[in-house]
């Protein structure tokens, strides 16, 4: 019998656990299927089957993904995995082209991932959208570029409570920067200390919240891992999110970060190039940051992606630009289209009109939140310029103030 690709039966939803541990090479905690199970759309979950055995799984989350000037719907699509016993079969192919099509019949413009491997995605037409900045920090040798006085307090809230206080502060960081997902109560247990788990413990998961006379202005969870070596204590802080609404909220939850007693290293992941941080401290190299790919995005709708967002860097850009798309995965796309932008909105029409650029799927998904520019793009080849000028009115259009940052995984 060949191998097939169907829709998961709802009675079979934990087998794709056991597949993708395999796949993985490593134990998926009970926490994490039982958060998976509750935020998963049945109906979006894909299996490849050969003879009733599960030897891939695929599936999509149902997301909002924050633009520059709004928000869109989004596909995250999650938990693609094929065991090394049917490789290089198609399975993967099959499993993407079923997975894209329901984001098309569902009206959602984007189709968004983490990839264990980016090469493996860009020939589905995914671009990287966002850098992830990783830092390996010495806390011992950190200091601010300024003797800022200190300002508020710091709370450590008990697990299970604080979604209240910190939900505004995610929710004003998501509103100034593309790249964010949407979260709701289905979303944020997964990332805030669970109280049935993180009770007690150097390694169980904290809340810490900085408080102004106005209330929360930042928050960050993480948790320690103790260590001692001749010298002394050597442990280190893994910071699993900190965001702030305010300059002094950025200030005074990363002073208590690098303060953490009986820590020398902070370690945190996916920040984005200009995050408040790398401002903050006095030499950067002290950092220890690293750069790796961070969310990739999938265009799947043209006209409705991009009439999501708003243009330029104010959200109030103007200008015609033309451009010729290659898009083979949806050819749908494929073709001319005209970007009228007035007042920073866009209408996006068919035309016949002389292209200023030439591109493919992967580098408008690179664009599309506004961290890569074309002329960056074009440096590598990768966007071909046709009419002088269309490059840097490409690079004004889809810039953005700030640079698209994705925090979670999914």
Same mark, same amino acid.
């Given at each position: 019998?060949?191998?097939?690709?169907?829709?998961?039966?709802?009675?079979?939803?934990?087998?794709?656990? &056991?597949?993708?541990?395999?796949?993985?090479?490593?134990?998926?905690?009970?926490?994490?299927?039982?958060?998976?199970?509750?935020?998963?759309? &049945?109906?979006?979950?894909?299996?490849?089957?050969?003879?009733?055995?599960?030897?891939?799984?695929?599936?999509?989350?149902?997301? %909002?993904?924050?633009?520059?000037?709004?928000?869109?719907?989004?596909?995250?699509?999650?938990?693609?995995?094929?065991?090394?016993?049917?490789?290089?079969?198609?399975?993967?192919?099959?499993?993407?082209?079923?997975?894209?099509?329901?984001?098309?019949?569902?009206?959602?413009?984007?189709?968004?991932?983490?990839?264990?491997?980016?090469?493996? !995605?860009?020939?589905?037409?995914?671009?990287?959208?966002?850098?992830?900045?990783?830092?390996?920090?010495?806390?011992?040798?950190?200091?601010?570029?300024?003797?800022?006085? $200190?300002?508020?307090?710091?709370?450590?809230?008990?697990?299970?409570?604080?979604?209240?206080?910190?939900?505004?502060?995610?929710?004003?960081?998501?509103?100034?920067?593309?790249?964010?997902?949407?979260?709701?109560?289905?979303?944020?247990?997964?990332?805030?200390?669970?109280?049935?788990?993180?009770?007690?413990?150097?390694?169980?998961?904290?809340?810490?919240?900085?408080?102004?006379?106005?209330?929360?202005?930042?928050?960050?969870?993480?948790?320690?891992?103790?260590?001692?070596?001749?010298?002394?204590?050597?442990?280190?802080?893994?910071?699993?999110?900190?965001?702030?609404?305010?300059?002094?909220?950025?200030?005074?939850?990363?002073? !208590?970060?690098?303060?953490?007693?009986?820590?020398?290293?902070?370690?945190?992941? %996916?920040?984005?190039?200009?995050?408040?941080?790398?401002?903050?401290?006095?030499?950067? =190299?002290?950092?220890?940051?690293?750069?790796?790919?961070?969310?990739?995005?999938?265009?799947?709708?043209?006209?409705?992606?991009?009439?999501?967002?708003?243009?330029?860097?104010?959200?109030?850009?103007?200008?015609?630009?033309?451009?010729?798309?290659?898009?083979?995965?949806?050819?749908?796309?494929?073709? %001319?289209?005209?970007?009228?932008?007035?007042?920073?909105?866009?209408?996006?029409?068919?035309?016949?009109?002389?292209?200023?650029?030439?591109?493919?799927?992967?580098?408008?998904?690179?664009?599309?939140?506004?961290?890569?520019?074309?002329?960056?793009?074009?440096?590598?080849? $990768?966007?071909?310029? $046709? =009419?002088?000028?269309?490059?840097?009115?490409?690079?004004?259009?889809?810039?953005?103030?700030?640079?698209?940052?994705?925090?979670?995984?999914?």
């Amino acid at each position: 019998m060949a191998t097939e690709i169907r829709l998961v039966p709802a009675d079979r939803f934990a087998e794709l656990f &056991k597949t993708a541990e395999i796949a993985f090479s490593e134990d998926i905690p009970d926490d994490l299927i039982a958060r998976i199970e509750q935020l998963a759309d &049945k109906d979006r979950f894909w299996a490849a089957i050969d003879d009733d055995r599960f030897v891939g799984t695929s599936g999509v989350f149902t997301q %909002r993904l924050s633009v520059p000037g709004g928000e869109v719907a989004a596909g995250g699509v999650t938990f693609v995995t094929v065991l090394p016993s049917h490789r290089r079969r198609g399975l993967m192919s099959g499993m993407m082209r079923a997975m894209i099509d329901d984001c098309h019949r569902r009206h959602e413009p984007i189709a968004m991932l983490w990839a264990a491997e980016g090469a493996i !995605y860009q020939r589905f037409g995914y671009g990287m959208a966002t850098y992830c900045v990783n830092l390996e920090a010495e806390t011992r040798s950190i200091a601010f570029t300024r003797d800022w006085p $200190r300002e508020g307090h710091v709370r450590l809230l008990p697990a299970g409570e604080g979604r209240d206080a910190i939900d505004p502060v995610y929710q004003a960081v998501r509103s100034s920067r593309a790249g964010f997902l949407m979260r709701d109560e289905r979303w944020w247990p997964g990332v805030l200390p669970n109280p049935e788990k993180d009770i007690k413990g150097g390694e169980a998961r904290r809340l810490a919240v900085f408080e102004a006379d106005s209330g929360p202005e930042g928050y960050a969870v993480y948790k320690t891992k103790a260590e001692w070596n001749v010298r002394g204590p050597a442990g280190t802080v893994v910071v699993d999110e900190a965001m702030a609404s305010t300059p002094r909220g950025w200030r005074e939850i990363w002073r !208590y970060l690098f303060e953490v007693d009986l820590v020398r290293t902070l370690k945190t992941w %996916r920040l984005p190039a200009d995050h408040p941080v790398f401002t903050l401290v006095s030499e950067i =190299r002290r950092l220890g940051a690293t750069f790796g790919d961070g969310l990739w995005v999938r265009i799947v709708d043209v006209p409705a992606a991009l009439e999501a967002r708003t243009y330029g860097s104010d959200g109030r850009g103007r200008g015609t630009l033309v451009f010729e798309l290659a898009d083979t995965y949806c050819p749908w796309n494929a073709g %001319r289209w005209r970007l009228d932008v007035v007042d920073g909105r866009a209408r996006v029409e068919r035309t016949d009109a002389p292209a200023d650029l030439a591109l493919d799927a992967n580098d408008l998904g690179a664009m599309y939140l506004g961290g890569f520019r074309a002329s960056a793009l074009a440096v590598s080849g $990768r966007v071909a310029e $046709r =009419r002088p000028g269309g490059l840097a009115l490409a690079d004004g259009l889809f810039g953005a103030a700030l640079l698209p940052w994705c925090p979670q995984e999914f």
